[in-house]
């Protein structure tokens, strides 16, 4: 151990070299065969962290730069996936968003919106209350879409002002736009529909 300061003959005033494996007393830090441990004497990857790991609310986890993990105790969002919920991580209006898959709900800033599925709610800019389930859900919907749900792949994908409606299964509401209050429950039910009020329950309902 080290009772007083140390004077290395291969250190400079900016860095350290050092030959094999290095302990750094009273910090818990090892370095081994190029990986660093934390807390453990014996890492086996390149950062080996043994207990928990504490980030400020406004910190991410990234690969290559690109943001993958997400949470906040400020605004409780939390966002699973490369690029999803990016804007939500650096707004203070994206409260309560959860988004999960590759660029769910990518520029959402409205509260309230879950997105789950690769660009599920992509292109959500403002609108709030809305839930994406699945490959391009709710794709273009944008700052006047709300209150809108969709479930299955395609489900509402060009829906961009339309609110209030329902849209469950493939291509289901796959033509609307801004219609209001319509529910198609069924693959492909409503898919060329635009007006309003509009409920249709079965394949290609409508």
Known sequence: SWSALQTFANATATQLTVTGNAYFPGSGIWNSLGNVGVGTV?????????GNINIDQFSTYRQDGRTILYASSTTGSVTAGMSAGHFATTSSAAYYLTAVG?????FTTGANNTAFGYAALLTNTSGTDNTAIGYNTLYSNNSGGTYNTAVGAYAGQNITSGDHNTAVGYNALASYTSGTYSTAMGSAALQNTTGSNNTAMGYQAG
């Not at 590759?102 to 990518?106: G, T, V, Y």
């Open 42 to 50: 014996s890492p086996s990857h390149k950062l080996d962290v043994a």
């Open 102 to 106: 590759h660029a769910a709900a990518k």
